[in-house]
């Protein structure tokens, strides 16, 4: 509420401006400098909803999965509660293909203990890193600097980690980064309004 406010007051400003641009230089031309400065300010004001981040572009990052069957795991409890759970689950037969969910290079090919094998690609827009878990190996030939491009198999569906024996599935995690923050910095967003194209479940 208060950035909306601000984006509210800003507007009024910016239409004063212009007024007082165009009356002072004579055309709406001679004061386009002022009014764009100031568009530009409001333009950073303004609240962007989280689902546009991504254009609508990101792509289901598992093969075959619809966007109808995504469920919002995030903040359901792990290691008996003791954190919630940051990411998008993705259940899938070992071995279903796992795509780049947008144009990006790969960052990072990296074995945790609660990830296992995964895959750290920062997207084109520079803001965001998506992140891929559990994995049962990765593409041949997927090299950490490579480019990929949006529904190229970068890896498959595995249980590796701590997903548990059989329990196969994608954890599908984003990171908003803010500039000059590594692949293991940023800060977790909740990925499924993003790919599926609404709120929240909860």
Not at 95 to 121: C, N, W
């Amino acid at each position: 509420m208060p950035r909306l406010f601000w984006a509210i007051l800003a507007l009024i400003v910016l239409v004063a401006a212009a007024f007082v641009a165009t009356t002072r230089f004579g055309t709406a031309e001679e004061g386009a400098p002022v009014v764009r400065t100031l568009t530009t300010k409001i333009e950073r004001l303004l609240p962007r909803r989280q689902g546009a981040a991504n254009g609508g572009s990101w792509r289901i990052p598992v093969a075959g999965v619809r966007r109808a069957a995504l469920y919002d795991s995030w903040g359901d409890a792990r290691e008996g509660g003791a954190r919630g759970h940051h990411g998008l689950d993705i259940p899938a037969a070992s071995g279903t293909p796992v795509v780049a969910a947008a144009d990006g290079r790969v960052e990072k090919l990296f074995q945790s203990t609660r990830g296992g094998t995964t895959i750290y690609v920062r997207t084109a827009d520079p803001r965001w890193v998506h992140y891929y878990a559990h994995l049962a190996g990765y593409a041949p030939g997927l090299a950490e600097g490579q480019a990929v491009r949006a529904g190229q198999t970068i890896g498959f569906v595995g249980d590796t980690g701590d997903a548990g024996a059989g329990n196969y599935h994608l954890h599908f995690g984003v990171q908003r980064m803010a500039p000059g923050e590594g692949w293991w910095q940023g800060q977790d967003v909740d990925p499924y309004p993003m790919l599926a194209g609404k709120a929240a479940a909860r």
